[in-house]
């Protein structure tokens, strides 16, 4: 009889300076707010819960070691931090998720660790996974693997936030504001020229009005807008008072800003096909508006979406926009992008891009885009210093292959010669204040010869050796003559 490994689950609670990766995620999609309780289910040491409850949150938790006796509480955000990835039988681990969907009102945030955070040689089979040198048990998901089982287990759709790191909405309407959330493009209301007496009587009293056009690319409902009636009362009507905003800052910023917004619409429509559209009914109702004043129909608006999401399968069509973006650094194999810039991306690679997001969710740390012109692969580019260093190192990398759904992690942390960037001003969009003085210095690098043969600089160790050759050096974002 084959002896079963003594499997020692309190090892694997560990300490943390900050907050836990799955709550960061959550604040910074805004899915967590001071109103909102949380309750950490498998909490470890109970680091996340008391940072939290020492800023004022409503946070609790639970933990079978830690904290057996603490009282399982419904909230609106429960957090599965870490934990089926250490349970070893396959049925309890499904049990655990089903616990802590029971628990949820809102939102259930599932976290686990991935196949590329594995060490190779420093694990031993076990079941389904493998046990550490430390006597623990660790499952290593593949980020598809993982979305599919949390769908099966709860009948429901798991949404990437990151790697590693699922959503599941018992509130739908908290999960389409999530989701058209990733796919709006920062608007400001045009400048008005200050000609109309009307306009300038009221301008105080139009400019949420303005914000609220510049935002939703329509007019408001009564309900959206607190200082609807108040401009009715001025106006006559919202259309009226719109009107003089029209006149007063042109009309055509303001077309624009309409297209923009039926265009995130499309986006937001296309992607919705990953694990299934809700009915219009549970659309939060200002995207219910907005469906019948772009659309007319919520049908036409998901066949407008369905076809966008078509076109973004074909590479040719997918070369003829990255041939035509406004932004981006185009070589033959890639169009490299700054994350600052893909709002400003055609709708097309938009999406494209939106299919490894709906993969594998928000990548932190990520600063650059790689969207590949060959086949479907996206990959997502870490530059820690891309700001501070003129050519700043790649540090890692993750790239998924859409076609399977393969994941590939490098990392050159601890390269001697890695990657590095030029022409930095390339990836960031046309407003960015950082591109004068990326351009600057690119600049003063082909006047000294540097990008005479640019297939040579692509390392660290080829770029000194360009600099030496050239008889320069950098100092900041300067080039200076050696010595």
Known sequence: MVKQPQIHRHRTAIGRAGLSKPFRTAFESQLITPETSVFDYGRGRGDDVRKLADTGYCATGWDPIHQPKAPQIPADVVNLGYVVNVIEDPEERADVVRKAWNLTNRLLIVSARLQYEAKEGRFESYADGCLTGRGTFQKFFAQVELRDWLDQVLAQRA?????????????????????????????????????????????????????????????????????????????????????????????????????????????????????????????????????????????????????????????????????????????????????????????????????????????????????NRIEPKVSYLLYPDFDTDPHPALAESLRLKLSNGDVKHLNFRESANPPILHRKETFLPPEDPRRDRFTRLTQQEERHGLYDDPATIGTRDAWEAALMRCGVSLKGHRVVRRG
């Open 159 to 371: 949404l990437a936030a990151a790697p590693g790191i699922f959503f599941v909405f018992r509130d739908e309407e908290l999960g389409q504001r999530f989701l058209e959330s990733r796919y709006r493009r920062p608007r400001a209301a045009p400048a008005a020229r200050m000609s109309d007496i009307l306009f300038q009587q009221h301008q105080v009293l139009l400019t949420p009005l303005m914000e609220f056009v510049a935002d939703r690319g329509r007019l408001p409902a009564p309900d959206e807008l607190p200082e609807h009636g108040q401009l009715t009362e001025v106006f006559g009507s919202i259309p009226k008072a719109f009107a003089v905003v029209r006149r007063v800052s042109g009309p055509d910023r303001w077309d624009q800003l309409r297209q923009e917004r039926r265009e995130e619409l499309m986006i937001h429509f296309a992607l919705g096909r990953f694990g299934g559209r809700p009915r219009i009914s549970d659309l939060p109702a200002s995207l219910q508006r907005d469906v019948r004043d772009f659309f007319s129909t919520y049908t036409k608006a998901c066949a407008e979406g369905d076809q966008l999401l078509f076109r973004a399968g074909n590479m040719a069509e997918l070369n003829n926009a990255m041939e035509h973006s406004p932004v981006g650094k185009l070589t033959g194999q890639a169009l490299y992008v700054h994350v600052d810039a893909m709002a400003y991306l055609p709708a097309l690679l938009r999406v494209y891009e939106g299919c490894a997001r709906s993969y594998l969710g928000h990548v932190d740390g990520a600063n650059l885009v790689k969207l």
